[in-house]
């Protein structure tokens, strides 16, 4: 009987209930253990100045901010210079020239230029007013501005800076086309490529052509510029620089030390390279050599050499 009581009360201790603890959750989640805890004080509304505000997504501010629901774009535009000082090159990740256009460049060099057909352009007639500015050059995907020797670009560029930022983020056309009569044209350039295939040309014009397409034409445009093919005579091929290249002191530089020595060493036929001015271009370069001469008579035949160029203080023996 003793052993059965004690079987008894021994069931009745083991199974007796036992009061329950509150249960603890357990976060497999760190993060979210951490926003979930009761442990943090709740924040009130006199220390919630206090929080610290974070960027979304903790983007730095150097980064192109995405499009706001109004519309509007952030865009970079990135500037290079150019062998000209006078020149700077501007990148706006945009196209420039209108699709279909044969000729890979548009050259405005007076403000007239940029109301006239064929290809007006109101982004170049503001640069045009710009003080200082006196050329716009568009390339297919650059902007080439040219100023005056006396103008600073610090007080240039960030009117250009304004004016292109203004003209992508609205979306317009950066070059129009209109009609024009045969033989009217206000730009330079904007027709046919002088470079491209023509079925008149002769064996050895062709192969000046090719290669002054393939290996002298990209490195002029990364220099803000362009080249154009403008006859072989005598063993002589004459072309004419656009853009940054055009007003350029090295170009004559470019002209005799690259493009004559490349072509002289591929085509037998190629006996030198002369570049076409225009004829303000001719009035400045005679104007030019008086400066020059007279220069020179003022230094004396032991004069250090100033500038680049045949004939110029750069001849002087010394």
Known sequence: MASRKLSKASLSFLTKTRPSKPSIPVHHNAARCVHQSTRLPAMAAS???????????????????????????????????????????????????????????????????????????????????????????????????????????????????SLITEAVTSGAQIVNVTESRPGESGQDGGEEDSLSYNENDSEVVGMIKELLETRIRPAIQEDGGDIEFRGFEDGMVMLKLRGACRTCDSSTVTLKNGIEGMLMHYIEEVKGVTQVLDQEEEIAVAEFAKFEEKLRKTKGADAAPSTVGKGTLDTVPG
């Open 47 to 161: 220390n919630a100045h206090t929080r610290p505000t974070l960027h979304p997504l903790h983007q730095p501010s150097t980064m192109v901010k995405p499009p706001a629901v109004s519309g509007s774009r952030s865009i970079f535009i990135q500037t290079e210079n150019t062998p000209n000082p006078d020149a700077l090159k501007f990148l706006p990740n945009h196209p420039i020239l209108p699709p279909g256009l044969s000729s890979p460049f548009i050259e405005y060099m007076n403000p007239r230029s940029t109301l006239a057909p064929p290809h007006p352009s109101p982004l170049a007639a503001q640069l045009m007013n710009i003080d200082g500015v006196t050329s716009v050059f568009y390339g297919a995907d650059f902007i080439t501005v040219t100023k005056a020797g006396d103008a600073n670009w610090a007080h240039v560029k960030p009117e250009i800076f």
